[in-house]
């Protein structure tokens, strides 16, 4: 599901992306990607003290082959929809 983000996160150096979590989930997986590419993701983390962004950032990490340090929560931290930016250093 994320091969369109990646392509355009190598093409182009940074990606943006909306997406809506769903903290406390049994696994942490991408659920679909909505018609106005909103990414739901269920999160294996709870929504307390950030465990649920920790784990968000290291899952899209992983599947944009990138490191953490490279992806920012732009808006939504404490939301259920959020704006995160991957950009290269």
Do not use: H, W
């Not at 465990?51 to 920012?72: S, Y």
């Amino acid at each position: 599901m994320f091969v369109k983000f990646k392509k355009l996160y190598q093409e182009n150096g940074e990606v943006y992306l909306r997406v809506k979590v769903r903290p406390g989930a049994a696994k942490t997986c991408v659920k679909e990607v909505m018609a106005d590419e909103t990414v739901k993701i269920d999160i294996a983390a709870p929504a307390v003290k950030g465990k649920a962004n920790q784990e968000l950032i290291k899952f899209l990490a992983k599947q944009l082959e990138t490191v953490v340090g490279n992806i920012k929560i732009i808006s939504g931290a404490g939301e259920r929809i959020k704006l995160i930016k991957i950009c290269q250093k």
